[in-house]
């Protein structure tokens, strides 16, 4: 056998094998695919600020924080009925002629400050139940919004009591003033600084046959009670011989939005 040191024949040396030019661009692309990961979870938990975005802690929170101011009104609203009447009485003691004594009573009853007694109506709004269908034939299925007290709703009652001559109108356990605004957030009522869940108690005090005209004259209501027909809205109204109606002990300063 030949020697292949002397044979004067180069050695063949094998080729190199030659690279996947598929397995180069997957190596590719999953590195790509990491590092766009990477830069996700870096913007978010920059974007989060250390909170888990999935969890409803903020949105707990709120509604802590506006059960708390809603308490902290409750208390101040107390003690401004406390002072009000410690004020009455300082001033009964100081005493004021006749006829300025007449002006201030009917200045007060207007304002809504004192309480209002007499016959009158009580209005009762309440959500559907959650599991409510279409009770009539042709009525489509409902939707969530269906089934809820809006604020228009209460809004449009309490404006035909107004209209029916009321001589005073409290919605749940206030008193409404001038200044009153009745607002909805979700499915809750805020009303001067508080809040409330259906059922909604709406009363006022007046002739009664007036009341409930102005109530049935209603468009607004009108629409509600075909609501109320169809998906099960409550509704109630009941006469009442004999409301009392406490007076406001809220503020009465006027505040508007301002921009900056």
């Keep these: 056998m030949p020697n292949s040191e002397n044979s004067g024949e180069p050695d063949q040396q094998p080729a190199p094998a030659r690279r996947n030019p598929t397995r180069i661009v ?3 692309l999953t590195c790509g695919v990491f590092s766009l990961a990477g830069v996700l979870f870096y913007v978010s938990a920059h974007a ?3 909170i888990d975005l ?3 802690n903020s949105l707990l ?3 802590d924080l506006i059960q708390q101011r809603s308490d902290q009104n409750r208390q101040t609203q107390g003690d401004n009925a406390d002072l009000q009447q410690r004020a009455d009485a300082l001033a009964r003691q100081q005493g004021r002629s ?3 004594s007449d002006l201030l009573a009917a200045l ?3 304002t809504g400050l004192d309480p209002v007694q007499g016959p009158g109506l009580t209005v009762t709004l309440n959500d559907a139940p959650p599991d409510a269908t279409a009770r009539m034939p042709g009525v489509p299925e409902p939707g969530v919004n269906d089934l809820v007290i809006h604020q228009q709703d209460i809004q449009a009652v309490v404006n035909a009591l107004w209209r029916g001559g009321a001589a005073g109108v409290q919605v749940m ?3 409404l003033i001038a200044t009153s605004a009745v607002r909805c957030v979700g499915n809750t009522l805020l009303l001067q600084g508080r809040v409330y869940s259906p059922p909604y108690v709406i009363r006022a005090v007046g002739r009664t046959a007036d009341l409930k005209a102005a109530l049935d004259g209603d468009s607004s209501i009108h629409n509600y ?3 109320v027909a169809a998906y099960g809205l409550g509704w109630k109204v009941q006469e009442g011989g004999d409301l009392t109606l406490p007076g406001y002990t809220g503020s009465t300063d006027l505040h508007a939005a301002t921009g900056q």
């Design 108 to 110: 007060r009853g207007q």
């Design 61 to 63: 929170r709120l509604g």
């Design 173 to 175: 356990d206030q008193r």
């Design 48 to 50: 989060a600020h250390g």
């Design 225 to 227: 009670l075909q609501y």
């Design 98 to 100: 006749p006829a300025d």
């Design 54 to 56: 999935r969890t409803d």
């Design 26 to 28: 997957g190596r590719a």
